[in-house]
């Protein structure tokens, strides 16, 4: 990221079929005036490995490129220097980054990179990516290795390789063969790390004493069976009732410069289809998502304070042991917890599984977390719905709320990954395996960064999908005209549908209003809150943009809307419901079948629906 952030984003179009993603490429210029493509490959610690990740890398490496940036940690150097090896053996030219320099001189170890660049025969940079130092010095030795004036000499042969007699085989897919069919592979690993060894003897030295009590102390706490749980609950709890107490004067602000835009446009424009299309349509449905974009940033926020302090991982390994249990384990934890933010990623995070049964089980649970799409929804109803009290003079009743929306997905996600590995996966998850970065200080300028671009993602949706929806349901709710006006909205096409949905989702306590927000929402779930916006300002005879939650609180006390029974009914709806095309899609890329996708829609439509209709019944009865 931090990269990314000094040559600039990542977007040179579409990439060849190789297995790297589009956002994966990028176009950098270096200091003599030239330009390469740059390919990120997913972070690995040997080319032989089993994972997807692992065989991605490798699959990509074969046609050798013209240059590999080997990124390692340079406060581990030993334990990074086995995948060097390899690519030193592949033959490409090669330069080895020193990334996090400034932490392993923090724990007094240094590196001798003069002696380490002559015994590896490749170009060796100190980088630190939170403060931006060594990457020009990257660029320089990039541009040096690609020049077409640079004399060529042969690639490297790494030490261990000739000393041993024994060179090893160039194609990283035909080394991973070997470690299936010959014990030799085991010989060879034994004389990377000897070899390994005997370079970190003569490079790195500790020149003062670390002291580990304090990072051993947090780690204690941490990765405890008991209190590491602890911590991890309290955690996710800090941070929903964040969302609710810090989100609210933002958004205040933006629902007050929504409700003024509209005011001006009402008076600028005469009474008329334009006026209402801009106002009623275009602004009252992008305006009613735009609104969340507090919460959602702040959601980003502390998901990226979590992963740079290196506390993910911990959380990781305290999750694995209650994971197994539900036939899981500890590697799913980290694509499912970016599924909060979007299922798309933390489906094609399941590529550091090497286990296929485990892998499929993480896809196919992953969209019951709660992504950020779905944050307008829940946001909306419980503000509109729920009252903002506090339990115990300091619990917001509205976080708590929040929080037992995304631990109902949690706790259904475990129960479905049990019940596919009792019935379509059977047999034991395989061992949890990682290694721990160290507690840090989070890098604010990277986190906000991340926070930037994600938002821009979102905002680019409610741009463009949000933008259009909005505008293709103005019309149908505004036509078809009698004698030259508009009929009202619950005879205009719209209408007509959300009419014809009624008696299917009416025992879940939805009239035709929701039945219209349900099947606009299958484009993006966040239309969902455009839709109502649009349908309740076209019903409403006040003119300017209302604030939806107003609309729905005046609806429940007039009966003209849903109550709370119907709106706890499709908050439990939206937990589970798999209105997401993407996703779909992407289930059915890494799976390579549409079984997989058709299997995730059914039984999360199934579950969507019973769990709705039980809420809104058991609701009924209770309120």
């Known amino acids: 990221r931090a990269i990314e952030e000094e040559l600039g984003p990542f977007d040179a179009g579409p990439a060849p079929n190789d297995g790297l993603e589009k956002e994966e490429r990028g176009m950098v210029e270096l200091e003599n005036g030239a330009s390469c493509v740059i390919s990120d490959l997913p972070g690995i610690y040997t080319l032989s490995g089993e994972s997807l990740d692992e065989q991605v890398a490798a699959s990509s490496l074969q046609h050798l490129p013209d240059a590999v940036v080997a990124v390692v940690d340079a406060s581990n150097l030993e334990r990074n220097l086995y995948v060097v090896s390899e690519l030193i053996d592949l033959g490409a030219p090669l330069i080895l980054v020193l990334n996090m320099s400034d932490v392993a001189e923090s724990r007094g170890i240094s590196i001798q990179t003069a002696t380490l660049s002559r015994l590896l025969g490749v170009p060796v940079v100190r980088l630190c990516g939170t403060k931006k130092t060594g990457i020009e010095q990257l660029k320089l030795e990039l541009a040096s290795l690609l020049s077409?004036?640079?004399?060529?000499?042969?690639?490297?042969?790494?030490?261990?390789?000739?000393?041993?007699?024994?060179?090893?085989?160039?194609?990283a897919s035909m080394e991973r063969d070997r470690l299936s069919v010959s014990a030799d592979y085991g010989a060879v690993a034994s004389a990377r790390y000897k070899w390994i060894n005997e370079i970190v003897q003569q490079t790195v030295s500790q020149t003062q004493n670390y002291s580990k009590r304090t990072a051993d102390w947090v780690d204690a706490i941490a990765t405890h069976r008991v209190f590491g749980l602890v911590v991890f609950v309290a955690v996710m709890a800090v941070i929903f009732q964040s969302i609710f107490s810090w989100a609210s004067a933002p958004m205040d602000l933006i629902d007050g410069a929504i409700a003024y835009l509209g005011d001006l446009l009402t008076q600028a424009l005469p009474p008329g289809q334009l006026r209402s299309l801009l106002v009623d349509g275009v602004l009252a449905g992008v305006g009613s998502v735009i609104i969340f974009i507090p919460q959602i940033a702040l959601l980003f926020f502390f998901i990226g304070l979590l992963e740079d302090s290196g506390y993910l991982c911990r959380a990781a390994?305290?999750?694995?042991?209650?994971?197994?249990?539900?036939?899981?384990?500890?590697?799913?934890?980290?694509?499912?917890?970016?599924?909060?933010?979007?299922?798309?990623?933390?489906?094609?995070?399941?590529?550091?599984?090497?286990s296929l049964a485990d892998r499929f089980i993480t896809i196919l649970v992953a969209p019951l977390m709660s992504c950020s799409a779905r944050l307008p929804v829940y946001a909306l109803l419980i503000a509109a719905f729920v009252p903002n009290t506090f339990v115990g003079g300091f619990i917001s009743l509205q976080g708590l709320v929040m929080l037992g929306l995304y631990t109902l997905g949690i706790v259904f996600a475990a129960v479905v990954a049990l019940l596919l590995k009792l019935t379509l996966f059977r047999g034991e998850p395989a061992l949890f395996v990682m290694e721990m970065p160290p507690f840090r200080r989070p890098s604010l300028t990277l986190v906000l960064r991340e926070v930037w671009d994600r938002v821009m993602v979102f905002v680019k949706t409610a741009g463009t999908i949000i933008f259009a929806c909005s505008i293709v349901l103005w019309f149908l709710a505004s036509y078809p005209h009698v004698d030259g006006q508009p009929s009202p909205v619950e005879q205009s096409y719209a209408g007509q549908v959300g009419k014809a949905m009624e008696p299917i989702i009416e025992p879940l306590g939805f009239d035709w209003k929701i039945g219209i927000g349900l099947l606009a929402s299958f484009a993006a779930r966040e239309v969902f809150v455009s839709t109502l916006a649009t349908v309740y300002n076209l019903e409403s005879d006040e003119e300017g943009a209302q604030s939806l939650t107003l609309l729905l609180q005046r609806g429940a006390e007039d009966g003209s809307g849903i109550g709370l029974p119907s709106a706890l009914s499709l908050l439990v709806f939206y937990v589970f419901a798999c209105q997401c095309m993407s996703t779909l899609a992407v289930c059915r890329r890494?799976?390579?079948?549409?079984?997989?996708?058709?299997?995730?829609?059914?039984?999360?439509?199934?579950?969507?629906?019973?769990?709705?209709?039980?809420?809104?019944?058991?609701?009924?009865?209770?309120?």
Do not use: N
Not at 334 to 346: D, H, N, R
């Open 148 to 171: 077409p004036e640079k004399e060529k000499h042969p690639a490297p042969v790494s030490q261990f390789a000739w000393a041993h007699g024994d060179r090893v085989l160039a194609d």
């Open 317 to 354: 390994f305290v999750m694995d042991r209650l994971m197994r249990k539900f036939g899981l384990q500890g590697r799913s934890f980290i694509p499912l917890l970016s599924s909060f933010a979007c299922a798309v990623p933390g489906i094609m995070a399941t590529r550091s599984i090497s």
């Open 590 to 623: 890494e799976t390579g079948s549409w079984r997989w996708p058709t299997l995730m829609f059914v039984y999360m439509t199934a579950l969507a629906y019973f769990g709705a209709f039980a809420t809104y019944r058991l609701a009924q009865w209770w309120i």
